[in-house]
């Protein structure tokens, strides 16, 4: 199938060209105009990778960057920010709030293209199988929503799954209470610090041996490592 690129900005000119030059180039390409559009799009169906403009008519063009990150659905969609602005400080902003490259206006499409197929070449190694197996026999499979230790299931919450499946795909690295709700609820839901280690709690209880592997780094939040 071909690999589907979205593009947000709001130049005319500049769309049909970034469409026409993707297109003959193997990839599906939709452009859009004002954030409207695009939110609406990407919530029906999500790209492979999205090209986006900074300066909107309807919106910010660093929070839509910062949002779609902070949201488990849309996080791992790679996102080339394409503006005008080309101060290090903007190029600074945009890649801290999650974007995967940034490219100033003007532009060559030959260095664009090879820019979206290097950050989808890191995302194809980046993603987490749907069933990640550990080293210490834990094994998570996302699709069917179970987990096993040592070939033995484990019956888990949904919010507990949520959380052992973020600690677990990233070993070795710490969340806060705050990012852990931010990374699985966006603060959508009324969830609070207390919460996370209450489900941290029961979590370890139900994994038995295995909840050794989730550390609670003091001060600080948690982690897992095996």
């Not at 990233?170 to 603060?187: A, D, Q």
């Amino acid at each position: 199938m071909l690999k589907e690129i979205y593009i947000l900005e709001d130049d005319i000119e500049i769309q049909k060209m970034l469409k026409n030059y993707f297109e003959k180039n193997g990839f599906s390409a939709k452009t859009f105009g004002n954030a409207e559009g695009f939110l609406f799009e990407i919530r029906r169906k999500k790209p492979d990778v999205i090209l986006l403009d900074l300066m909107l008519p309807d919106a910010d063009g660093i929070e839509i960057c910062r949002n779609l990150k902070s949201k488990e659905d849309f996080s791992k969609i790679p996102i080339i920010i394409i503006s005008a602005k080309t101060q290090e400080m903007e190029r600074v902003i945009g890649l801290e709030v999650g974007a995967d490259d940034y490219v100033c206006k003007p532009f060559s499409l030959r260095e664009l293209l090879a820019r979206v197929k290097a950050v989808l070449r890191r995302q194809e190694r980046k993603e987490a199988p749907e069933v990640l197996k550990l080293k210490c026999g834990l094994v998570i499979d996302s699709e069917k929503h179970k987990v096993y230790f040592k070939e033995k299931e484990i019956n888990l919450s949904s919010t507990e799954f949520k959380i052992l499946k973020l600690l677990a795909s990233n070993p070795g690295s710490v969340f806060s209470r705050e990012k852990i709700i931010e990374r699985l609820w966006n603060y959508e839901k009324d969830i609070y610090e207390r919460t996370i280690d209450v489900h941290i709690k029961n979590l370890r209880e139900k994994l038995k041996e295995a909840g050794s592997f989730i550390k609670n780094i003091r001060g600080v939040g948690y982690t897992f490592e095996e």
